[in-house]
C-alpha cells in the first residue's frame, strides 16, 4: 500500500491514542501513581473531566522504555512485573516485587525468580532525563514518588496481590512481609541507572495512608492544596489533565500564580514574603560568587565527591554578511542593499538631528521586580 500525503505521516496520532486506551487511563479508583498531587488526586476522585491534553511524547517515550526494560528482566530473570495490588480505595501495578527464598518457594516453580532476593522488595523503576539526573544523584526519589511506593508496599503487605485473572497463584500468598523498597532510576539520556534502597516498615505505609485518607475526605477537588507550585513553575502541572480547572485559564502574559493572590492584604504578604527570602538568599549568591571566582580556571574533573564541567565561553555563530553576499555574486544574483542604520545614525547625529525611534511592540523588555522600603505611610 503506498500512502500519499504531502508530509510524511507521524506515528505521534497513533502514539497518543494508543497511550489514551492505555488501562490507567480508565480507571475509576485512584491510582498510587496519581498521588503526586493533592489537587489532582481529587479531580479523579470525583470524576472531574480533564481540562487539557498537554505534550505527551516524552512521558509516552518513558513508559515504553519502562515496558522494554521490565519485559526483559521476566524474560531473563523471572521477575514478577506489573502486577495488580489493591483495596476499596486504591489501586496500582508494582513494577516488580522481588520474593525472598522461603516466598517464592511456595509457587510453582515456572513462577519462580532465577535469583530470590534477601528480603521481600518492592521494587518502582524510573526513567528520568539528563536534565533532572544529578538532582536523582544527589536527593534521590521525590516525595511523590516515595508515597507511591509506600502505598504499593502497603496495600502488597496488608493484601497481598489482587485476586485477579492472570495472578491468581500469586494471589493465594496472601498478605506478604516487604522488607525494602528499592528505586531503579534509569537516565534516558546516557543509559546510565542508580540505585536507591529504603528499608520499609508499616508506619512509612500509614504515612501515606494518611495522605490519601485526607484527599478523600474533601468535599471537592477545590478543598485540596495545590501540592505543586504550577505551569512554568513545575514540569507537573505543565503536563498536568487539570490544568486549566486548577489555574484558571491562562491570561496573555501573566503568570497563571496570580489567582493566589485575591486582595491587597495578600499583595502584601507576598511582596514581604519576597523581601524575607531575598534577604536569606543575599548571603547565599554572595557566598556562591567567592566559591566560583575561587574554582574559576580549574581543570574539570572529578574532586572529593563532585564532578566539575564548563560549559559556553564559545563564539557565538553570528550573519558572516561579507562570505554570503561572495557566495551570492559567484551565482550572479544581486546582492540585495539595505540602508546602513550606523552610518544614518552616526550622520544624524553629527547634524544635531535626533534620531527618531519607535516602539517595537514584538520585542519588549524583560519585566523585572523591584521592591523597597516604603518610607511615608499616611
Ligand atoms: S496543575 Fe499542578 S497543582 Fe494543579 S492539579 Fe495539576 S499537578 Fe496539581
Same mark, same amino acid.
Given at each position: 500500500?503506498?500512502?500519499?500525503?504531502?508530509?510524511?505521516?507521524? #506515528?505521534?496520532?497513533?502514539?497518543?491514542?494508543?497511550?489514551?486506551?492505555?488501562?490507567?487511563? =480508565?480507571?475509576?479508583?485512584?491510582?498510587?501513581?496519581?498521588?503526586?498531587?493533592?489537587?489532582?488526586?481529587?479531580?479523579?476522585?470525583?470524576?472531574?473531566?480533564?481540562?487539557?491534553?498537554?505534550?505527551?511524547?516524552?512521558?509516552?517515550?518513558?513508559?515504553?522504555?519502562?515496558?522494554?526494560?521490565?519485559?526483559?528482566?521476566?524474560?531473563?530473570? &523471572?521477575?514478577?512485573?506489573?502486577?495488580?495490588?489493591?483495596?476499596?480505595? %486504591?489501586?496500582?501495578?508494582?513494577?516488580?516485587?522481588?520474593?525472598?527464598?522461603?516466598?517464592?518457594?511456595?509457587?510453582?516453580?515456572? #513462577?519462580?525468580?532465577?535469583?530470590?532476593?534477601?528480603?521481600?522488595?518492592?521494587?518502582?523503576?524510573?526513567?528520568?532525563?539528563?536534565?533532572?539526573?544529578?538532582?536523582?544523584?544527589?536527593?534521590?526519589?521525590?516525595?511523590?514518588?516515595?508515597?507511591?511506593?509506600?502505598? +504499593?508496599?502497603?496495600? =502488597?503487605?496488608?493484601? &497481598?496481590?489482587?485476586?485477579?485473572?492472570?495472578?491468581?497463584?500469586?494471589?493465594? #500468598?496472601?498478605? =506478604?512481609? *516487604?522488607?525494602?523498597?528499592?528505586?531503579?532510576? %534509569?537516565?534516558?539520556? @546516557?543509559?546510565?541507572?542508580?540505585?536507591?534502597?529504603?528499608?520499609? $516498615?508499616?508506619?512509612?505505609?500509614? &504515612?501515606?495512608?494518611?495522605? *490519601?485518607?485526607? !484527599?478523600?475526605?474533601?468535599?471537592?477537588?477545590?478543598?485540596?492544596?495545590?501540592?505543586?507550585?504550577?505551569?512554568? #513553575?513545575?514540569?507537573?502541572?505543565?503536563?498536568?489533565? +487539570?490544568?486549566?480547572?486548577?489555574? $484558571?485559564?491562562?491570561?496573555?502574559?501573566?503568570?497563571?500564580?496570580?489567582?493566589?493572590?485575591? /486582595?491587597?492584604?495578600?499583595?502584601?504578604?507576598?511582596?514581604?514574603? +519576597? !523581601?524575607?527570602?531575598?534577604?536569606?538568599?543575599?548571603?547565599?549568591?554572595?557566598?556562591?560568587?567567592? =566559591?566560583?571566582?575561587?574554582? /574559576?580556571?580549574?581543570?574539570?574533573?572529578? +574532586?572529593?565527591?563532585? *564532578?566539575?564541567?564548563?560549559? $559556553?565561553?564559545?563564539?557565538?555563530?553570528?550573519?558572516?554578511? /561579507?562570505?554570503?553576499?561572495?557566495?551570492?555574486?559567484?551565482? &550572479?544574483?544581486?546582492?540585495?542593499? @539595505?540602508?546602513? *542604520?550606523?552610518?544614518?545614525?552616526?550622520?544624524?547625529?553629527?547634524?544635531?538631528?535626533?534620531?527618531?525611534?519607535?516602539?517595537?511592540?514584538?520585542?519588549?523588555?524583560?519585566?523585572?521586580?523591584?521592591?523597597?522600603?516604603?518610607?511615608?505611610?499616611?
Amino acid at each position: 500500500m503506498t500512502i500519499t500525503t504531502d508530509h510524511p505521516v507521524s #506515528l505521534w496520532p497513533a502514539a497518543h491514542a494508543a497511550d489514551a486506551r492505555r488501562p490507567r487511563s =480508565l480507571q475509576t479508583k485512584i491510582g498510587a501513581s496519581d498521588t503526586v498531587c493533592a489537587r489532582r488526586a481529587g479531580y479523579l476522585l470525583h470524576g472531574r473531566t480533564p481540562t487539557d491534553t498537554g505534550e505527551k511524547r516524552k512521558a509516552i517515550l518513558g513508559t515504553w522504555l519502562h515496558e522494554g526494560l521490565l519485559t526483559a528482566a521476566r524474560q531473563e530473570y &523471572g521477575w514478577i512485573i506489573e502486577r495488580r495490588v489493591e483495596d476499596e480505595l %486504591l489501586r496500582g501495578h508494582i513494577d516488580a516485587v522481588q520474593l525472598d527464598s522461603g516466598t517464592a518457594a511456595r509457587l510453582p516453580k515456572r #513462577l519462580r525468580p532465577s535469583l530470590p532476593a534477601d528480603e521481600i522488595t518492592v521494587e518502582d523503576v524510573k526513567t528520568k532525563s539528563l536534565r533532572v539526573w544529578d538532582n536523582v544523584l544527589r536527593r534521590g526519589a521525590t516525595e511523590a514518588e516515595l508515597r507511591q511506593a509506600y502505598l +504499593y508496599a502497603d496495600l =502488597l503487605s496488608t493484601r &497481598g496481590f489482587a485476586d485477579i485473572k492472570g495472578q491468581r497463584q500469586l494471589a493465594r #500468598l496472601g498478605p =506478604l512481609p *516487604v522488607g525494602k523498597i528499592r528505586f531503579r532510576f %534509569l537516565n534516558r539520556d @546516557s543509559g546510565d541507572d542508580h540505585v536507591q534502597e529504603i528499608p520499609y $516498615g508499616a508506619d512509612r505505609g500509614r &504515612g501515606a495512608r494518611w495522605w *490519601v485518607q485526607q !484527599v478523600r475526605s474533601a468535599a471537592t477537588p477545590e478543598e485540596l492544596p495545590r501540592t505543586l507550585d504550577g505551569p512554568g #513553575l513545575s514540569s507537573i502541572c505543565d503536563n498536568c489533565p +487539570y490544568r486549566t480547572a486548577c489555574w $484558571g485559564p491562562i491570561a496573555s502574559g501573566r503568570c497563571p500564580q496570580t489567582i493566589l493572590v485575591r /486582595d491587597d492584604a495578600e499583595r502584601a504578604a507576598a511582596l514581604a514574603e +519576597y !523581601v524575607e527570602v531575598s534577604n536569606e538568599m543575599k548571603p547565599l549568591k554572595d557566598k556562591l560568587k567567592l =566559591l566560583r571566582a575561587k574554582l /574559576d580556571g580549574t581543570d574539570a574533573g572529578a +574532586y572529593g565527591d563532585n *564532578v566539575l564541567t564548563w560549559s $559556553g565561553g564559545n563564539p557565538t555563530r553570528t550573519d558572516d554578511v /561579507d562570505a554570503m553576499a561572495t557566495l551570492f555574486r559567484r551565482a &550572479g544574483l544581486t546582492v540585495p542593499m @539595505s540602508p546602513d *542604520v550606523d552610518e544614518m545614525k552616526a550622520q544624524l547625529k553629527r547634524a544635531g538631528i535626533p534620531v527618531p525611534v519607535r516602539l517595537d511592540h514584538e520585542r519588549r523588555t524583560s519585566v523585572s521586580i523591584n521592591v523597597s522600603v516604603r518610607r511615608n505611610k499616611s
